[in-house]
């Protein structure tokens, strides 16, 4: 989901920019955020469990969350595996949890094998917070934030269609089968495209989430089916690995590319020409959200089981105007 940054470069930027105390074990990815030194001796300590550390749209919830947590007075962390993988990442919940913050802040990696974990850390009276998915039993968290992923994936789907004047046929990159987010947001793509009857679905391949396998599948099948003419990447590493692959099939501006989520590297294609259009989500609300449902939690006050999180739809026509650039993933807090 990368000019590709290295996860150590990502993490040192971000590190930079919000300010860090220690990492966690072998956590590549971490960083802090609080008060003066007075307050910070008595703040409430949360910790923000990313799906995945060297992620724009995750370090762009960091940022969201340390703005609003310095406001706040709160001692705010952030950490998370180098990998998409539930055993690191539960590894990582269960040595915040003994660090006994008073909430936690998560995106999980897998909406079931991360229930028994955070089952734990409900047990221990940490309250769970989800960012961008909740678990498959909703009563381990207290609230999640998100965007709705079929109606993100409708707009992907509605914009395609307008960009091949409703002809033509299409396919989409998806991390793995089975995952809800990215399931969600093709199903979405493909109720967008249903209504353009010119426009065939040719189907989704599965990259592991991976650039490199991303650009390798979208290069030989556009190589290979000449009558490709657009791709969905259904996250950041499948739609930069679509650019990447079909620039090296010679085929830029013929297969047009509608992707969700950004990236440096993305943002860059879209004004080159290299991609046409990106569904963008609003993850430095996310982190912000967060932060303030916490406060809520603590107060007794009541918060939402979920709270819906807002996106737009960047073209190259639109990117620089104000109402677009505040929803732009980043890599270091400002």
């Known amino acids: 989901m990368r000019k590709r ?122 309250p769970i917070i989800g960012i961008d998915d909740t678990l498959v039993d909703t009563s381990v968290m207290k609230t999640y934030i998100q965007s709705d992923s079929i109606a993100g994936g409708k707009l992907a789907g509605e914009k395609m269609g307008q960009l091949l004047g ?41 990259t592991q989430n991976g650039v490199d396998k991303a650009a390798n599948i979208a290069s030989t099948t556009a190589g290979a089916n000449g009558k490709l003419t657009g791709i969905f990447g259904v996250t950041t590493n499948n739609t930069q690995g679509a650019v990447t692959g079909v620039r090296e099939a010679k085929k830029t501006g013929q297969i047009k590319i509608v992707g969700y989520d950004t990236s440096d590297p993305i943002v860059q294609a879209l004004r080159d020409g290299g991609a046409d259009a990106l569904v963008v989500q609003y993850p430095f609300g996310e982190g912000k959200a967060g ?8 107060k007794g006050e009541p918060v939402d ?21 505040k929803y732009l993933y980043k890599m270091t807090c400002s």
């Not at 802040?105 to 909406?111: L, Y």
């Not at 190259?316 to 104000?322: E, Q």
């Open 291 to 298: 932060i303030q449902s916490a406060e809520k939690i603590w």
């Open 166 to 206: 409703g002809k033509g046929a299409v396919m989409a990159l998806n991390n793995e089968p089975g995952t809800p987010i990215g399931d969600a947001r093709v199903e979405g793509f493909k109720q967008g495209i249903a209504e353009f009857p010119g426009i065939t679905f040719i189907g989704v391949q599965y």
């Open 5 to 126: 940054l290295s996860v150590a470069a990502a993490a040192t930027l971000l590190l930079a920019a919000c300010g860090s105390t220690s990492s966690t074990g072998s956590t590549p990815a971490a960083g802090s955020a609080s008060g003066s030194a007075t307050a910070a001796a008595k703040a409430r300590k949360v910790v923000y469990i990313q799906g995945m550390s060297g992620i724009p749209f995750y370090q762009t919830v960091a940022c969201g969350a340390a703005e609003e947590a310095k406001a706040a007075g709160v001692d705010f962390s952030y950490q998370g595996a180098s990998e998409w993988d539930v055993a690191k990442q539960t590894q990582i919940v269960d040595a915040v949890v003994a660090g006994k913050p008073d909430a936690i802040m998560i995106s999980v990696t897998d909406t079931k094998a991360m229930t028994a974990p955070l089952v734990k850390a409900k047990a221990a009276g940490i």
């Open 305 to 325: 089981a979920k709270q819906s999180s807002p996106f737009v739809v960047a073209t190259k026509d639109n990117l620089d105007t104000p109402d677009v650039q």
